[in-house]
T-cell receptor, first 113, second 112 residues
């Protein structure tokens, strides 16, 4: 079956540091990959996505590249801000929205000023 | 233009009581999903529905019942709540014309 493994936190960084959150997956076929973000007390928001190998998703300075050869979808940002403090979830899905998503356990990111 | 809404946002109940969580979407998408979020587990799929009157189990369906008489509504019922069902529950649906799931604001349920 499908599974997603992401680094567990909390991850604590200083403002303006470089961020990488690792995500690897196991899936049959060619899933779509997603990063969702959850700010304190809120629901999940889509951060970015990629639907095929070598696609790069990007949004708000965050990027992730769909790497089929390493089954990875690592999240990166060049310079984090305090406002990026949140929980980040890597997820995969297939079936064009017809299947439920498989989520990683989430990574709690804390950015210190 | 609310998209997807959930009610109530917070609920406290007692062990053994029946509880229904509501989910409503304005996109009329055929697919809807229920997840629960627990520390250390991320989000796990409880039930999903492909259309009105078509539902199927996800990863953790035990103790839950769903129905889908109208496309826009997808209620989740805990028939006899247990403490292990204390969680945050999220409803989701693909947005209009997309393959991306959009989530409601969540319901925080506490079972005492």
């Amino acid at each position: 079956g499908n599974s997603v493994t992401q680094m567990e936190g909390p991850v604590t960084l200083s403002e303006e540091a470089f961020l990488t959150i690792n995500c690897t997956y196991t899936a049959t076929g060619y899933p779509s990959l997603f990063w969702y973000v959850q700010y304190p007390g809120e629901g999940l928001q889509l951060l970015l996505k990629a639907t095929k190998a070598d696609d790069k998703g990007s949004n708000k300075g965050f990027e992730a590249t769909y790497r089929k050869e390493t089954t990875s979808f690592h999240l990166e940002k060049g310079s984090v801000q305090v406002s990026d403090s949140a929980v980040y979830f890597c997820a995969l899905g297939s079936g064009g929205g017809a299947d439920g998503l498989t989520f990683g356990k989430g990574t709690h990111l804390i950015i210190q000023p | 233009d609310a998209g997807i809404t959930q009610s109530p946002r917070y609920k406290i109940t007692e062990t053994g009581r029946q509880v229904t969580l509501m989910c409503h979407q304005t996109w009329s998408h055929s697919y809807m999903f229920w997840y629960r979020q627990d520390l250390g587990h991320g989000l796990r799929l409880i039930y999903y529905s492909a259309a009105a009157d078509i539902t199927d189990k996800g990863e953790v369906p035990d103790g839950y019942v769903v129905s889908r008489s109208k496309t826009e509504n997808f209620p989740l019922t805990l028939e006899s709540a247990t403490r292990s069902q204390t969680s945050v529950y999220f409803c989701a649906t693909p947005g209009e014309g997309t393959d991306t799931q959009y989530f409601g604001p969540g319901t925080r349920l506490t079972v005492l």
